[in-house]
């Protein structure tokens, strides 16, 4: 995805099975981040500190949603044990991620970790890809958000 495209579209579960749809998303700020794989180090860290920074997305008036191949059910227990206020979706069979142009990383074994920031009509405004600095999604996520409050 570049920026000024519009978010793909998209039908797929979250950590509770219910369907999410790009239609849904649509009329609010959004971040949507990737990453490799629940209950792993890099991406727990990752998402606690999406969580200990949330009300700043709330603020924001954006929604917040994690991205992995893993299940619903991975999902959940995931989000009931570090108490992750957003929704986390299951892309079990990749197909979300490759809609969104986010690669493999570290010589093509490991899912990317990506984060992409949209205005409420679904345009991509913020682009961040970094496997290793997982905390640095936070801050370029609500930098871009800031940005485009004040435009």
Same mark, same amino acid.
């Given at each position: 995805?570049?920026?000024?495209?519009?978010?793909?579209?998209?039908?797929?579960?979250?950590?509770?099975?219910?369907?999410?749809?790009?239609?849904?998303?649509?009329?609010?700020?959004?971040?949507?981040?990737?990453?490799?794989?629940?209950?792993t180090p890099?991406?727990?860290?990752?998402?606690?500190?999406?969580?200990?920074?949330?009300?700043?997305?709330?603020?924001?008036?954006?929604?917040?949603?994690?991205?992995?191949?893993?299940?619903?059910?991975?999902?959940?227990? *995931?989000? !009931? $044990?570090?108490? /992750?206020?957003?929704?986390?979706? %299951?892309?079990?069979?990749?197909?979300?991620?490759? =809609?969104f142009?986010?690669?493999?990383?570290?010589?093509?074994?490991?899912?990317?970790?990506?984060?992409?920031? *949209?205005? !409420? $009509?679904?345009? /991509?405004?913020?682009?961040?890809? %970094?496997?290793?600095?997982?905390?640095?999604?936070? =801050?370029?996520?609500?930098?871009?958000?800031?940005?485009?409050?004040?435009?």
């Open positions: 995805m570049n920026i000024g495209e519009l978010i793909p579209e998209f039908h797929v579960p979250d950590q509770d099975c219910n369907y999410w749809s790009t239609s849904d998303l649509i009329g609010e700020p959004l971040v949507i981040y990737f990453y490799p794989k629940d209950d890099g991406c727990t860290k990752q998402a606690c500190s999406f969580r200990d920074r949330y009300s700043e997305f709330e603020d924001a008036g954006a929604k917040v949603i994690g991205v992995s191949s893993d299940s619903p059910e991975d999902h959940r227990e *995931f989000q !009931k $044990k570090y108490r /992750l206020p957003f929704t986390l979706i %299951s892309d079990k069979n990749g197909a979300l991620r490759k =809609s142009g986010v690669e493999n990383n570290l010589l093509g074994l490991k899912p990317g970790r990506e984060t992409f920031v *949209f205005d !409420k $009509k679904g345009k /991509l405004v913020h682009r961040f890809n %970094s496997q290793i600095k997982t905390t640095k999604h936070i =801050s370029e996520a609500i930098n871009a958000l800031n940005r485009l409050a004040e435009s």
